[in-house]
T-cell receptor
């Protein structure tokens, strides 16, 4: 089976600091990697994705880095805000239709 | 809001019963996927429907079944409920034409089996 794991289950950062959430994956054949944010009582919300032929992609205040050599994915959030507090999931999509989600990292932003 | 709506939001069932969960996909999306999310875990893929046909299935027993309708809405049916079926059930809609990575999730149905 697939294995998508996160290095840290919880992360606390000061408001305004940058956050880095890490993720390890196991399937070298995955085409896409996606980050989702899930707030309490809500479904996961798409943040950003990256294709396997890229090593970096930037969005609004977020950057995803992909290191295929060590099968590592990270999400960087710039100038973290209280509204960023949530559980963050990485997911990988090998060929086919199934997403494999990790167990999540809980981010708490301290005002 | 994603435009994906699920009903009901909460449900309590007894072991052995059957349950039907419903999902209305976002306008323009023809693909619906269902996930089970146990407390403190990431979502686990159950199956996907595309143009009313099952288009991929995860490691779930046959008592988990589904339907997709011509308007692309979908149902998840679970027979012979077990205590371990207690979870948040999420549906996600996407458009196959985009490669399917930007899936939009509903708020989920919290199922409790007692």
């Amino acid at each position: 089976g697939e294995s998508v794991g996160l290095h840290l289950p919880t992360l606390s950062v000061q408001e305004g600091d940058n956050s880095i959430i890490n993720c390890a994956y196991s399937n070298s054949a995955s085409d896409y990697f996606i980050w989702y944010k899930q707030e309490s009582g809500k479904g996961p919300q798409f943040i950003i994705d990256i294709r396997s032929n890229m090593d970096k992609r930037q969005g609004q205040r977020v950057t995803v880095l992909l290191n295929k050599t060590v099968k590592h994915l990270s999400l960087q959030i710039a100038a973290t805000q209280p509204g960023d507090s949530a559980v963050y999931f990485c997911a990988e999509k090998p060929t086919g239709n199934q997403f494999y989600f990790g167990t999540g990292t809980s981010l708490t932003v301290i005002p | 809001e994603t435009g994906v709506t699920q009903s009901p939001t909460h449900l309590i069932k007894t072991r052995g019963q059957q349950v039907t969960l419903r999902c209305s996909s976002q306008s323009g999306h023809n693909t619906v996927s269902w996930y089970q999310q146990a407390l403190g875990q990431g979502p686990q893929f159950i199956f996907q429907y595309y143009r009313e046909e099952e288009n991929g299935r995860g490691n779930f027993p046959p008592r988990f079944s589904g339907l997709q309708f011509p308007n692309y809405s979908s149902e998840l049916n679970v027979n012979a409920l077990e205590l371990d079926d207690s979870a948040l059930y999420l549906c996600a809609s996407s458009s196959a034409g985009t490669g399917g990575t930007e899936a939009f999730f509903g708020q989920g149905t919290r199922l409790t089996v007692v």
